[in-house]
């Protein structure tokens, strides 16, 4: 008889090894995992002994971005405009008034271009200054003039006369400029009163005619000596004396360049006002008042 033989169930047979596979849910769980291996976790489950970690903070997207942009500059754009009242408020009071700074050898008015014209008039402005600078060298040249005729001929022709009505020029003409047409316009700009644009437009029309007036001089009217013009330098001053002569020629060399360069202004000048919808506002300013006048009478 045959004796059992307690080692013949081989396990590395094929039967033997069916029998001895693990079952798919051991000690480790369902993962099938062997000892000595690490278990696969996935991303989204903690690793355990661990808390969860809460990701980054989002940056803040584009249009969010924007929008506090555009909230902070309409909350400066409404301080600089509150500001802007409050010093309307207080040079309207008196209480602000801006120190004398023109002209600088003794200041008995304010003008700043830079700091209180806007940028985009401050050309506009500037030209207009150099048309106020070039009729006070007119006029003043023009006085000399009629000085130098007084004492180089001898002949009684008016020359007398002339002088002081020249004299009359000067001292009417350099004050009176600055407060009739040019302190309009610079207040105009500042302001931005349509009304007062038109005042500067008459003021300054009859400016032009002056000096289109003196350049050729005429002999009517008025002294012909109190003109250094075209017509009194080759008329009357080179028939007598050629220095007098050639100092009323340059004379009406500088009333010509004046009488040009202000024509220019007052083109620039209405270019740039009927531009920004002046001329418009001057409209609706006289429909305006107009009313009001017709309703106060009724």
């Known amino acids: ?14 039967g033997g090894a069916s029998a001895a596979a693990p079952s798919s849910a051991g000690a480790w769980g369902p993962s099938g995992s062997s000892p000595g291996t690490v278990p696969a976790y996935t991303q989204d489950a903690p690793v355990p002994g661990t808390s969860a970690k809460p990701g980054p903070t989002p940056f803040p997207t584009k249009g969010r971005h924007e929008a506090d ?3 902070r500059e309409a909350e400066l754009n409404a301080r600089e405009a ?4 409050w010093e309307a408020d207080l040079r309207t009071s008196g209480r602000l008034r801006p120190k004398k700074n ?3 050898c003794c200041p008995i008015a304010v003008m700043d271009i830079k700091g209180e014209v806007p940028q985009e008039l401050q050309g506009v402005v500037s030209a207009a200054y150099l048309s106020y600078l070039g009729l006070c060298l007119c006029l003043l040249y023009q006085l000399a003039s ?11 022709s008016g020359r007398l006369s002339g002088f002081f009505l020249a004299l009359i020029y000067t001292l009417i003409g350099i004050p009176g400029a600055w407060m009739i047409w040019y302190i309009r316009l610079y207040t105009a700009a500042i302001k931005d009163r349509a009304f007062t644009y038109a005042w500067f437009f008459l003021a300054y029309l ?7 007036w003196s350049a050729v001089s005429p002999p009517i009217l008025f002294n012909k000596w109190s003109y250094a013009g075209w017509v009194t330098a080759i008329v009357a001053a080179l028939p007598n004396n050629a220095v007098v002569g050639a100092v009323y020629i340059v004379g009406a060399s500088l009333w010509s360049v004046e009488a040009l360069i202000s024509i220019y202004v007052l083109k620039v000048v209405y270019s740039t006002f009927r531009g ?17 006048h017709a309703v106060a009478r009724v």
């Open 146 to 156: 009629v000085i130098v005729a007084v004492a180089l001929i001898n002949t009684k």
């Open 69 to 71: 942009l555009a909230k």
């Open 82 to 85: 509150e500001l802007k009242r």
């Open 102 to 104: 023109w002209p600088k």
């Open 276 to 292: 920004g919808g002046g001329e418009q506002r001057l409209k609706n300013a006289a429909i305006q008042s107009a009313a009001l």
């Open 1 to 14: 008889m045959p004796v059992s033989n307690p080692f013949s169930d081989n396990p590395f047979t094929a």
């Open 206 to 212: 009859i400016h032009i005619f002056w000096c289109i």
